[in-house]
Nanobody, 115 residues
Framework: QVQLVESGGGLVQPGGSLRLSCAAS????????MAWYRQAPGKQRELVAR???????NYADSVKGRFTINRDNAKNTMYLQMNNLKPEDTAVYSC?????????WGQGTQVTVSS
């Protein structure tokens, strides 16, 4: 059974930092591009950052320079380091594992940026 389990969300003040983790089943992690998406209340889900099997990354313009995505293939885990957080970053962040043959989602973790 494929599992994607996110952790690391929480409440943080503006300007603060959080690191999200996504632990994946090994069989899927090794063949998937991995990504973080987020969905704020009343808004559509949007891509935050993506990392390919080879390590190439891309980011939403709104998070460039503040967020960093990386993957640890030995631990089957993906991370999202989020710095200088803003209230508009508040959302449910979900992990995604995708290839031509599959598209899996985690359950999501809440990130709230508020003073």
């Amino acid at each position: 059974q494929v599992q994607l389990v996110e952790s690391g969300g929480g409440l943080v003040q503006p300007g603060g930092s959080l690191r999200l983790s996504c632990a994946a089943s090994g069989s899927i992690f090794r063949v998937s591009a991995m990504a973080w998406y987020r969905q704020a209340p009343g808004k559509q889900r949007e891509l935050v950052a993506r990392i390919t099997l080879g390590g190439s990354t891309n980011y939403a313009d709104s998070v460039k320079g503040r967020f960093t995505i990386n993957r640890d293939n030995a631990k089957n885990t993906m991370y999202l380091q989020m710095n200088n957080l803003k209230p508009e970053d508040t959302a449910v962040y979900s992990c995604n594992a995708a290839s031509l043959s599959h598209n899996y989602w985690g359950q999501g973790t809440q990130v709230t940026v508020s003073s």
